[in-house]
């Protein structure tokens, strides 16, 4: 029969296993307050339809993005690109796009104009955002028919947080809003491109919104602390000297 201490360790040892030390994350982009974008090294592409205008929000430490038009090319966004080093190390250890920020008006084209999204080569992960008829925001991944929304009931005219965390062995993300998982095992959208940006991305919609910040994080790889490592080893050596012992 097993010893009760050897149980002990065994359970040390497999617990090690499963919750190894959380890995830090770095941040490669992020924008914060009510500032110019690219004062905080972000580039800004306007659209030659016109119709878009951004800037501080007074009282408030954000910064407007708003689309009026649905003229072609009516769009305002601001942008950075990952490295081919940055888009590697998301691939294989996992990421985080979050923004916050407030719906002020939805569209009436379409199209979702206010957007943020992460391109890594392949692929694009997007978050689209609108207004409901009662004023609650929603949010949109992907684009077309059918694509996974979440409605935010009750939260008109207040800043939400909104989070795309990728899996690297699943290859999929989540949505997070407000530190609530919403939409599950999302695949993105192909897409021969590589950014991070935000803003009103589309023609043929509108749309304003206020954004307080976008954060593009890559996790580092998991490794467990060296205390955990010992307390595996001893696990292993507990179990070996349980071995001995029933034989």
Request: with cysteine.
């Amino acid at each position: 029969m097993t010893k009760p201490c050897t149980k002990l360790l065994f359970l040390l040892a497999s617990a090690v296993l499963v919750f190894a030390v959380p890995a830090n994350a770095t941040t490669i982009f992020e924008y914060s307050g009510s500032g110019d974008p690219t004062a905080q090294g972000w580039s800004e592409g306007v659209g030659a339809g016109g119709g878009t205008s951004a800037g501080p929000v007074g009282g408030e430490s954000a910064w407007f993005v708003e689309d009026s038009s649905t003229a072609g090319a009516s769009t305002l966004t601001y942008g950075q690109n990952p490295t081919a080093g940055n888009n590697v190390d998301a691939a294989t250890n996992g990421w985080s796009l979050t923004t916050r920020l407030k719906m002020i008006t939805g569209t009436v084209g379409i199209h979702n104009s206010i957007f943020t999204d992460y391109i890594d080569g392949s692929t694009q992960w997007v978050m689209d955002f609108d207004v409901a008829p009662d004023g609650d925001p929603v949010v949109y991944l992907g684009f077309g028919a059918g694509r996974p929304s979440f409605e935010v009931d009750g939260g008109a005219g207040q800043y939400h947080t909104y989070s795309l965390v990728f899996d690297p062995i699943a290859g999929s993300a989540d949505l997070f809003v407000d530190g609530i998982e919403r939409i599950s095992d999302h695949g993105g959208i192909a897409a021969a491109a590589s950014r991070v940006a935000w803003g009103a991305g589309a023609s043929n919609a509108t749309g304003r919104a206020n954004f307080e910040s976008v954060t593009f994080d890559i996790n580092a790889a998991e490794i467990p602390e060296p205390g955990a490592l010992a307390i595996y080893g001893l696990g292993l050596v507990g179990l070996g000297f349980a071995r001995r012992r029933t034989r």
